[in-house]
């Protein structure tokens, strides 16, 4: 129920966007969708509450996508705005609490306080991955990258800012990744 009534918020908001913004991002369907997926695949294995993290994946760029504040403070924007969505819909407050440090702590793994936090930092970065071209597009748009090198490094950070564990389960998959966008850069 909650999850529905969150997954209709943001899709409302990303329409918006869509419609109202300069870029037109497509943030449902270029990066959130994939984050909601790949973070129910890690709360599965981690054994983390779906729920939480699940509210979370689909909440934690929402001060992006409503506009609110900077990037550099999108993850402190975002907390708020997702405690107003969800109060709404009465959502538990010591829940909310739990989506609110997930929103807040989502920019890197190492930030994450528990296996719910873990999840959405996690899956935010494994998202790229999944959907490279949009990747790519967001690299040369947004960040002005012009070389192979740029996107490179790019995606190594990414991959560096993982956890253990995942980077582990990640790997294999990684390299495959990496060597087929990169080639002989890549490989040397
Ligand atoms: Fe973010
Ligand atoms: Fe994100």
Not at 113 to 133: G, K, P, Q, R, W
């Amino acid at each position: 129920m909650i999850i529905e009534q969150i997954k209709n918020e943001i899709l409302l908001l990303n329409k918006k966007y869509i419609d109202e913004s300069e870029d037109g991002y497509d943030f449902w369907n270029n990066h959130i969708k994939y984050v909601v997926e790949e973070a129910m695949y890690l709360a599965e294995t981690h054994n983390a509450d779906k729920e939480i993290v699940e509210l979370a994946a689909l909440l934690h760029d929402v001060a992006l996508m409503a506009k609110v504040g900077t990037k550099a403070d999108h993850h402190k924007n975002g907390e708020i705005i997702a405690g107003e969505l969800l109060n709404k819909y009465g959502y538990p407050e010591y829940r909310i609490e739990q989506v609110q440090g997930c929103i807040f702590n989502h920019r890197s793994s190492s930030y994450a306080t528990n296996i719910e936090e873990l999840c959405v930092a996690d899956a935010d970065i494994l998202a790229h991955f999944d959907n490279i071209s949009s990747a790519f597009i967001l690299g040369a748009t947004k960040f002005n990258f012009t070389k192979p090198e740029e996107f490179m490094e790019w995606f190594q950070k990414d991959y560096e800012d993982l956890s253990d564990v995942t980077k582990i389960s990640f790997q294999e998959r990684y390299n495959n990744i990496m060597s087929v966008l990169f080639g002989d850069l890549w490989e040397e």
